[in-house]
Structure formats: C-alpha cells, structure tokens
C-alpha cells in the first residue's frame, strides 16, 4: 500500500511556473511508475505526465508538452512536476498516483488529497 502526499500548488500569474511535489510512502516507491492527473471545475480528470519507476521514460500530454517536466528522486519517494509557462488552462486540482498503461492510455490508482494550482490571466 502506498500513501500519496502532493503538494507545491497555488496561486501563479500566466507566464510563471510552479513545482509539484508529491512524497510517498512505503518502501516500493521506486518500483512503479508514477504519474500526475489533473481535474478542472466541471470537467473529467485527465492525464498530465507519467515516469518510469528509472526515471528514464516519461510521457506528456500534448496540451502540456514543452512547458512541464516530470521527474523522480527514488531516494526521496517523491515526483515532481515542474510547470513552467502556466497558462489559465491549466489552473485544476493536480493529483499524483501509481499509473499503469494500458494501450494509448493511462490509468492511475493510490491517489493523493491533490494540490490546487490557480492560474491567473
């Protein structure tokens, strides 16, 4: 069992950048991937960024592609989801979870509280 802590969200003008955290506990951490969703007021949750258990592939959103990097410190348990160049779109609740790839898609389990990230224009 694995227990999700997020946190790093707030309030940023467009243009600025935040960093996610998200520290988990258990010692399997490094062994799954791990990835980050999010969920805007009155829309479906969709995913963001997902890493490897190495650290060494990730994957992205197309919406998201270029300005948010997603990286790992199995030393930590923790990811992190750097997000530069925020735009008002992107203001959502993120939540980090254990994600696993089926085809195309990604589906994530063991969720955290989420961190609300507020973009202003």
């Known amino acids: 069992q694995v227990h999700l802590v997020e946190s790093g969200g707030g309030l940023v003008q467009a243009g600025g950048s935040l960093r996610l955290s998200c520290a988990a506990s258990g010692r399997t951490f490094s062994s799954f991937a791990m990835g980050w969703f999010r969920q805007a007021p009155g829309k479906e949750r969709e995913f963001v960024a997902a890493i490897s258990w190495s650290g060494v592939n990730t994957d992205y959103a197309d919406s998201v592609k270029g300005r948010f990097t997603i990286s790992r410190d199995n030393a930590k348990n923790t990811v992190y989801l750097q997000m530069n160049s925020l735009k008002p779109e992107d203001a959502a609740v993120y939540y980090c979870?254990?994600?696993?790839?089926?085809?195309?898609?990604?589906?994530?389990?063991?969720w955290g509280q989420g961190t609300q990230v507020t973009v202003s224009s």
């Open positions: 979870a254990k994600v696993v790839k089926y085809g195309s898609a990604w589906s994530g389990s063991a």
